[in-house]
């Protein structure tokens, strides 16, 4: 099984400010890597796929980076609506697919 | 409009069982792989199990292996997820997913907002 860590567990950030996340592969994913947003009482929603695509919708202060085993999310400037739990997800393993443990990230 | 209903969820005692059923509306069902994804409370997301639209593709986390049992029903445009054998560690929110039609895109476009199964004496 791919192991997908995440970190920080927790970033804090000031509105406005950039926030970068990090999410790491135990194997190479290839670029078949993508990110959901998860805010309180609600589903995820898909965010970014192959490693640096935005899905329908999602804004340009959202971009991905990142192949192989390592993979950056980044927020250039923060918004009130942006603060929400990040996960990333492999899909490189098919069918057996693992999310990372998730960031928060939270109002400093 | 592209929607996934589940339901089925509710408190269970260990060792029991109980049916998830996921409803989907809104796209061509049968083309679709749909995935069940599991929330326990206040932590993150598991992946539990998928199912390829034509049923020759088919996974199990290590978790549930030998417990649990995706099925679908294609006339129905319907997902189900059979839980045999539960355990309190199986408590937590059950989303199913959708996989997204693109070649090698084995990632979720739509969610539904998931059951919540409770697995206590």
């Known amino acids: 099984e791919i192991v997908m860590t995440q970190s920080p567990a927790t970033l804090s950030v000031s509105p406005g400010e950039r926030a970068t996340l990090s999410c790491r592969a135990s194997?190479?994913?290839?670029?078949?890597l993508a990110w959901y947003q998860q805010k309180p009482g609600q589903a995820p929603r898909l965010l970014i796929y192959?490693?640096?695509t935005r899905a329908t919708g999602i804004p340009a202060r959202f971009s991905g980076s990142g192949s192989g085993t390592d993979f950056t999310l980044t927020i250039s400037s923060l918004q009130s609506e942006d603060f929400a739990v990040y996960y990333c997800?492999?899909?490189?393993?098919?069918?057996?697919?693992?999310f990372g443990g998730g960031t928060k990230v939270e109002i400093k | 409009e592209v929607q996934l209903v589940e339901s089925g969820g509710g408190l269970v005692q260990p060792g029991r069982s109980l049916r998830l059923s996921c409803a989907a509306s809104?796209?061509?069902?049968?083309?679709?792989?749909i995935h069940w994804v599991r929330q326990p409370p206040g932590k993150g997301l598991e992946w539990v199990s998928g199912?390829?639209?034509?049923?020759?593709?088919?996974d199990y986390a290590d978790s549930v292996t030998g417990r649990f049992t995706i099925s679908r029903d294609n006339a129905k445009n319907s997902l189900y997820l059979q839980m045999n054998s539960l355990r309190p560690e199986d408590t937590a929110l059950y989303y199913c997913?959708?996989?997204?039609?693109?070649?090698?895109?084995?990632?979720?476009?739509?969610w539904g907002q998931g059951t919540l199964v409770t697995v206590s004496s």
């Open positions: 997913a959708k996989v997204t039609g693109v070649p090698g895109g084995y990632y979720f476009d739509y």
């Open positions: 809104g796209f061509t069902f049968d083309d679709y792989a």
């Open positions: 199912l390829s639209w034509n049923r020759h593709t088919i």
């Open positions: 194997q190479s994913v290839s670029s078949n």
């Open positions: 192959a490693a640096s």
């Open positions: 997800q492999q899909y490189n393993n098919w069918p057996r697919l693992t």
